[in-house]
């Protein structure tokens, strides 16, 4: 069993940052992948970014690539999104997600076996 809570989530302005943090609790944290979907009003739950259980590798939706940033710190427990330049379309509820599978960074809901309860993220023009 995997609990996750995120926190971090806010308004904002456009062009501003965020750092939405994942807090983690119950399996080795360090076995696993962990992810960020997003869902706004009316859309499906959408892949933002992964990160392998090692911290070494990542993957990122082509609409964050290069403003947002995955990490984590496996002392803590805890995986973080950091959000730069942040647009109006990026305005949804975002989720931390847990894969199980060792080699995880899976870019479908589908690939994740925990989520989180999700954070709003309001960003206006």
């Known amino acids: 069993q995997v609990q996750l809570v995120e926190s971090g989530g806010g308004l904002v302005q456009a062009g501003d940052s965020l750092r939405l943090s994942c807090a983690a609790s119950?399996?080795?944290?360090?076995?696993?992948?962990m992810g960020w979907f997003r869902q706004a009003p009316g859309k499906e739950r959408e892949f933002v970014a992964a990160?392998?259980?090692?911290?070494?590798?990542?993957v990122y939706a082509d609409s964050v690539k290069g403003r947002f940033t995955i990490s984590r710190d496996n002392a803590k427990n805890t995986v973080y999104l950091q959000m730069n330049s942040l647009k109006p379309e990026d305005t949804a509820v975002y989720y931390c997600?847990?894969?199980?599978?060792?080699?995880?960074?899976?870019?479908?809901?589908?690939?994740?076996?925990?989520w989180g309860q999700g954070t709003q993220v309001t960003v206006s023009s």
């Open positions: 990160i392998h259980w090692s911290g070494g590798n990542t």
């Open positions: 997600a847990a894969d199980l599978y060792p080699q995880g960074m899976g870019v479908r809901a589908s690939d994740y076996d925990y």
């Open positions: 119950g399996r080795s944290f360090s076995s696993y992948a």
